[in-house]
C-alpha cells in the first residue's frame, strides 16, 4: 500500500523481477479490502504524516485472528529515527524496510521474512 503512484511502481517492480505475485493498491480502505489470506506480505508506505497508516496495521490484526494466518506487515519509509521503528513495532508491524529499495535489498528482505516472520534493518 503506497499512496505515491511512482513509489508503487518501483516496488511492484522488484517484487515481480523476484517472481512475486503482486496486488498494489493507493489507499488504506483499499488495502483492508483486498488484503486475504492469500497476501504472505503487505509492503505499506508509513512516511504520511499522523498515525492512519500505522492503524491500518491494527486493522489487518483484527482481521486476522491468528497471527499465522495473516500477511506479515512491513512498513516502508525513508524515516531513519530510531522512533519511526518504535512506532511500527508499537503498531504490530513486522519489520521496517528503508527506501530506496534496491532489488538485493528486496530479495533479502523477503528471505528473512519469510524465514523468520519478522524483519528490522539497522536505523
Known sequence: MDENGLSRMV??????????????????????RVVSHEHRVVFMDVCTPGVENYQIALRIHEKFTKRHQRP???ALTGNTDKSTKEK????????????LVSL???????SDLLEHRVLYEAM
Open 72 to 74: 506479515l506487515l512491513v
Open 88 to 99: 511500527c513495532m508499537s503498531f504490530g508491524l513486522d519489520g521496517v524496510l528503508l527506501k
Open 104 to 110: 538485493d535489498n528486496m530479495r533479502n528482505v523477503l
Open 11 to 32: 516496488t511492484k517492480g522488484l517484487l515481480v523481477h523476484l517472481g512475486c505475485e503482486v496486488t498494489t493498491v493507493s489507499s488504506n480502505e483499499e488495502c483492508l
